[in-house]
Every structure is written in C-alpha cells, then in structure tokens.
C-alpha cells in the first residue's frame, strides 16, 4: 500500500490518495475531506501498480494535495 496523507488538524491525519490491492485486485482510492471515496481498478500487476504509486504521488501530491484541500477528490 502506498499512501498520501494530510494531517488536517493537530494530530489529524486523514488519506488523500491511496494504492492498494486489498479485495484481490490492484486499485486506486482517492479521497475527499468528508472520508468520501472513488475507487478506480488498475488494469495492472500488483507489482507495477507499486511503481506507478510511487511515481504518481512524487509527480503529483501538490496537485492533489490543493484539490483534497479545496473539498475536492484529487
């Protein structure tokens, strides 16, 4: 699991985007302030699912980051 988090408050942390292959399939979570979730299935290995995680949140946790702070799914 590969995850991007936000602390919102003091000792808060709530997930903005999330890569995991829990339920026996690769996916990506994508979450808003509320605890809301998108879940969208990646056609790919577990393992290069892991590399696109990684890639994917060092490229873009700004983005995402803003979006999740707006109210928004990243």
């Known amino acids: 699991m590969v995850q991007l988090e ?3 408050e003091d000792g808060v942390w709530k997930p903005v985007v999330r890569y995991d292959c829990a ?3 690769a996916h990506r979570d994508r979450y808003n302030p509320k605890g809301d979730r998108e879940k969208e299935e990646l056609a790919l290995s577990y393992a290069d699912s892991l590399d696109l995680a990684d890639k994917d949140i060092n490229d873009n946790w700004d ?3 803003e ?3 707006r109210g928004d799914f990243p």
């Open 63 to 65: 983005i995402y980051l």
């Open 67 to 69: 979006r999740f702070l």
């Open 6 to 8: 936000v602390e919102v």
């Open 23 to 25: 339920h026996n399939f």
